[in-house]
């Protein structure tokens, strides 16, 4: 496909503007101006109307595809949310409004919205108070961490460790060294879960807390989580709770009710807002009582009168995390998601959720090795087989041969405790003619790599480039778009 540079037709012009009817004037320095005119594409309205729609097509979307994106959670976002997120009186708001003289006072529906997801999270998560500013949830990790660390300064406890699963995201202990913390790794069990002796044996006065998933990367939910939280609070360390896979127990159970003191939210993964790419995101993080006080500022209260105001007094918060008040019009499309459902439309997500994992770990099991062949949660794990490793077919052969059926690739590789692991994350708002047409190229592409194992090896064969260098490509970003 052709650059719109390597469309341009000297003189072709898409917007021809009539001579203006009113007095005009420029008032720029010479020495500010160009030499010479810009060297931009010169072509038709239609010829950039073609080329956008045509790059449109080739975009792989949880809008046109499945997108079974383990430990992502790329569902379908409810385009009402979308609708109301472009309405005027949110989408033409200007970020310093409210900091205007009696700005406040034209911002009171945005800053009711702010005040109310976090009385609605609060109830969702057991938690006390919320912060609606990190960007995304690795943002919000980083701001739990450093709220943990406020916390342990302000009682003078001397603090080093923070403790992590061998299943972890990636992100926590990358946040918790970022806060200043030395990452100790819990093996996993027998049973998939953190090891609970392992982690008796590292806990000491120098350990801040632990951080951790529930249920975690394999799909997993602990049975142990109250008694692990007990055992950080006995050394006044802190739990966190990374809250990438609170879908699979949304409605159902809080992390405040098992033991954990911080919670991050991913809103895309949880409650249906864009996701891609790496923004725009929020994660909101929320803590109990005795962390309100380190929260971020600005923090959205209600006035006895009613009204809403920001509020900056707060001696002991740790600063400012965002510009403004994070991404709003994200924390609105999740709050849309969230009155939509309501209580009981929450817990049926959960439900969704776990439903379809299981139905996909069944019908999976006998071509594919289940890292764990027992219930799971939001997602499942398996890992190629010993027929297909001895035929030299890797997991990374049958995500790329999944995208010439037709289906983005589920996650590979992780977590890092599974050998050739795939990780399949069917969230809740696909249907099972959906799940059973992944199913079915699945089970083709297993019996592939026993006939022919060469054919995946060669995937994909749809795409205008087949297997690009991959750790080169993270490295040398090239996204133009023209």
Same mark, same amino acid.
């Given at each position: 496909?052709?650059?719109?540079?390597?469309?341009?037709?000297?003189?072709?012009?898409?917007?021809?503007?009539?001579?203006?009817?009113?007095?005009?004037?420029?008032?720029?320095?010479?020495?500010?101006?160009?030499?010479?005119?810009?060297?931009?594409?010169?072509?038709?309205?239609?010829?950039?109307?073609?080329?956008?729609?045509?790059?449109?097509?080739?975009?792989?979307?949880?809008?046109?595809?499945?997108?079974?994106?383990?430990?992502?959670?790329?569902?379908?976002?409810?385009?009402?949310?979308?609708?109301?997120?472009?309405?005027?009186?949110?989408?033409?708001?200007?970020?310093?409004?409210?900091?205007?003289?009696?700005?406040?006072?034209?911002?009171?529906?945005?800053?009711?919205?702010?005040?109310?997801?976090?009385?609605?999270?609060?109830?969702?998560?057991?938690?006390?108070?919320?912060?609606?500013?990190?960007?995304?949830?690795?943002?919000?990790?980083?701001?739990?961490?450093?709220?943990?660390?406020?916390?342990?300064?302000?009682?003078?406890?001397?603090?080093?460790?923070?403790?992590?699963?061998?299943?972890?995201?990636?992100?926590?202990?990358?946040?918790?060294?970022?806060?200043?913390?030395?990452?100790?790794?819990?093996?996993?069990?027998?049973?998939?879960?953190?090891?609970?002796?392992?982690?008796?044996?590292?806990?000491?006065?120098?350990?801040?807390?632990?951080?951790?998933?529930?249920?975690?990367?394999?799909?997993?939910?602990?049975?142990?989580?109250?008694?692990?939280?007990?055992?950080?609070?006995?050394?006044?360390?802190?739990?966190?709770?990374?809250?990438?896979?609170?879908?699979?127990?949304?409605?159902? +159970?809080?992390? /405040?009710?098992?033991?954990? #003191? *911080?919670?991050?939210?991913?809103?895309?993964?949880? %409650?249906?807002? =864009?996701?891609?790419?790496?923004?725009?995101?929020?994660?909101?993080?929320?803590?109990?009582?005795?962390?309100?006080?380190?929260?971020?500022?600005?923090?959205?209260?209600?006035?006895?009168?009613?009204?809403?105001?920001?509020?900056?007094?707060?001696?002991?918060?740790?600063?400012?995390?965002?510009?403004?008040?994070?991404?709003?019009?994200?924390?609105?499309?999740?709050?849309?998601?969230?009155?939509?459902?309501?209580?009981?439309?929450?817990?049926?997500?959960?439900?969704?959720?776990?439903?379809?994992?299981?139905?996909?770990?069944?019908?999976?099991?006998?071509?594919?090795?289940?890292?764990?062949?027992?219930?799971?949660?939001?997602?499942?794990?398996?890992?190629?087989?010993?027929?297909? +490793?001895?035929? /030299?077919?890797?997991?990374? #052969? *049958?995500?790329?041969?999944?995208?010439?059926?037709? %289906?983005?690739? =589920?996650?590979?590789?992780?977590?890092?405790?599974?050998?050739?692991?795939?990780?399949?994350?069917?969230?809740?708002?696909?249907?099972?003619?959906?799940?059973?047409?992944?199913?079915?190229?699945?089970?083709?592409?297993?019996?592939?790599?026993?006939?022919?194992?060469?054919?995946?090896?060669?995937?994909?064969?749809?795409?205008?480039?087949?297997?690009?260098?991959?750790?080169?490509?993270?490295?040398?970003?090239?996204?133009?778009?023209?």
């Amino acid at each position: 496909m052709k650059l719109l540079f390597e469309k341009s037709v000297p003189g072709r012009r898409g917007v021809c503007p009539g001579p203006s009817d009113v007095p005009t004037s420029v008032n720029i320095k010479d020495d500010l101006l160009r030499d010479s005119s810009a060297a931009l594409p010169e072509l038709s309205e239609l010829d950039v109307v073609r080329h956008f729609t045509e790059l449109s097509r080739r975009n792989f979307g949880v809008d046109t595809n499945f997108y079974p994106l383990g430990s992502c959670t790329m569902k379908y976002n409810p385009k009402v949310a979308e609708r109301i997120a472009t309405y005027p009186g949110f989408a033409h708001l200007h970020p310093l409004l409210p900091q205007l003289r009696m700005g406040g006072m034209l911002t009171q529906g945005a800053l009711a919205i702010l005040y109310e997801m976090d009385l609605l999270l609060r109830e969702i998560t057991g938690m006390a108070g919320f912060t609606m500013q990190p960007m995304a949830g690795a943002h919000g990790e980083l701001t739990g961490m450093m709220i943990m660390a406020a916390y342990h300064r302000d009682k003078g406890n001397k603090k080093t460790v923070l403790l992590a699963p061998d299943s972890a995201h990636g992100t926590n202990p990358a946040s918790a060294a970022i806060a200043g913390y030395r990452v100790v790794s819990i093996p996993s069990d027998a049973d998939g879960v953190m090891d609970l002796k392992a982690l008796k044996q590292a806990i000491n006065d120098e350990v801040a807390g632990v951080m951790l998933t529930c249920p975690n990367t394999l799909g997993l939910f602990n049975p142990h989580i109250r008694e692990i939280c007990d055992l950080i609070h006995s050394v006044d360390g802190l739990a966190y709770y990374d809250g990438a896979n609170l879908n699979a127990i949304v409605g159902k +159970a809080r992390p /405040g009710d098992f033991g954990f #003191d *911080i919670v991050h939210l991913n809103l895309h993964k949880t %409650f249906a807002t =864009p996701h891609g790419g790496g923004g725009p995101g929020a994660g909101p993080v929320g803590v109990r009582d005795h962390l309100a006080p380190f929260l971020p500022v600005s923090i959205v209260v209600k006035r006895a009168d009613g009204t809403y105001a920001l509020e900056y007094d707060r001696p002991k918060s740790i600063g400012y995390v965002a510009p403004f008040y994070g991404n709003f019009a994200i924390v609105l499309r999740a709050y849309v998601y969230i009155l939509l459902l309501g209580k009981q439309g929450l817990a049926h997500v959960a439900e969704n959720a776990v439903l379809n994992a299981n139905y996909i770990r069944c019908k999976l099991k006998d071509y594919y090795a289940p890292a764990f062949d027992k219930l799971c949660k939001h997602e499942c794990v398996f890992s190629t087989t010993e027929t297909m +490793a001895a035929n /030299g077919v890797h997991a990374i #052969d *049958i995500a790329k041969a999944l995208i010439d059926r037709g %289906f983005h690739p =589920p996650t590979v590789y992780f977590p890092t405790i599974v050998k050739e692991a795939m990780m399949i994350e069917p969230t809740e708002t696909e249907s099972k003619e959906t799940l059973d047409a992944f199913i079915a190229a699945m089970i083709e592409i297993a019996e592939l790599a026993q006939k022919d194992p060469e054919a995946l090896k060669a995937a994909p064969i749809t795409t205008p480039v087949s297997r690009p260098n991959e750790t080169a490509a993270a490295k040398n970003l090239n996204i133009a778009c023209l």
